[in-house]
């Protein structure tokens, strides 16, 4: 455990190196779980169009002209994201933004467990340089889900000086980003894959959860939902509720009609159904 780096003033200086088994091997064992997630969660797959920048993540290119992400480079530079993060010691000097919809949710969620704040949907112009505005802020870290969508936020973020680091596909610009996640960002799964791995990174770095015992928080609870299912959802057994009660009904409808199933009984008493109807009366009667 001891190994010579270098010398000095004619003796050999040595480094100590203390290595710990059980992270480095749980490490690995997470690193290769979270590759498998990827693969569920079509991480790896890009678009047919490629930016000379986002070459070196690509691993391959398909027969119908897909490239294809490196998945070991997109969990390394995950990592590398989350100790940017860990680095700032106030999280609410962290801004996640996202106008794409698939990212709302998911930087909602990844606001909740790391305390940054989160700002899904438009992004207002001059919120990063404009000093009038009551919505101006000074954030020390920019994360963004689309740099070509949130190109605004990137702009605004270069002007103010403040480092970036976003989600990007093959096809997207690399200007002004410091830190770039490769992977698919356009799909709703991947996109909450990757908020996700990255949430509980930095939970770990900063010691809230303990790595050997892993995250009991589900990625589907990053996933974007549509609004309208849920409207068809509590719609649809209101439906199905109200039909027995309907059938019910018509089952005892001969209770309803006097308590008893024979039509054909006896007139009521002081009544004959076979006399003639009597005559009207005069007008005098009147």
Not at 180 to 205: C, D, M, T
Request: hydrophobic share 40%; with cysteine.
């Amino acid at each position: 455990w001891l190994k010579p780096f270098g010398t000095g003033f004619g003796r050999s200086t040595y480094r100590v190196s203390i290595c710990f088994p059980s992270i480095t091997n749980k490490m690995a064992i997470t690193k290769e779980e979270d590759i498998q997630m990827m693969l569920v969660c079509k991480t790896h797959l890009g678009t047919r169009n490629i930016d000379h920048r986002m070459k070196r993540y690509v691993f391959r290119r398909t027969a119908d002209g897909i490239h294809i992400v490196h998945l070991g480079m997109a969990w390394e530079k995950v990592m590398v994201a989350a100790k940017a993060i860990v680095t700032i010691e106030n999280p609410a000097d962290i801004i996640v933004a996202s106008q794409r919809v698939y990212g709302s949710r998911a930087v909602l969620k990844f606001s909740q467990y790391t305390g940054v704040q989160a700002l899904a949907g438009r992004w207002m112009p001059g919120t990063l340089t404009n000093q009038i505005t009551t919505k101006y802020l000074e954030p020390r870290l920019l994360i963004v889900t689309d740099p070509r969508m949130d190109s605004q936020a990137v702009k605004e973020a270069a002007y103010a000086n403040i480092p970036v680091i976003a989600l990007c596909d093959t096809d997207s610009p690399l200007e002004h980003v410091d830190i770039a996640i490769p992977g698919n960002n356009k799909g709703k799964e991947s996109i909450a894959l990757l908020y996700w791995l990255l949430a509980r990174e930095v939970q770990y770095l900063r010691g809230t959860l303990n790595r050997t015992q892993g995250w009991d928080i589900m990625v589907d609870s990053f996933f974007w939902r549509d609004p309208d299912d849920f409207d068809t959802k509590e719609e649809q057994p209101t439906w199905t509720a109200a039909a027995p009660a309907a059938e019910q009904s018509w089952d005892n409808w001969d209770q309803a009609a006097g308590g008893e199933g024979n039509w054909e009984g006896a007139p009521a008493a002081g009544e004959d159904w076979g006399a003639e109807a009597a005559p009207a009366e005069e007008n005098g009667g009147w």
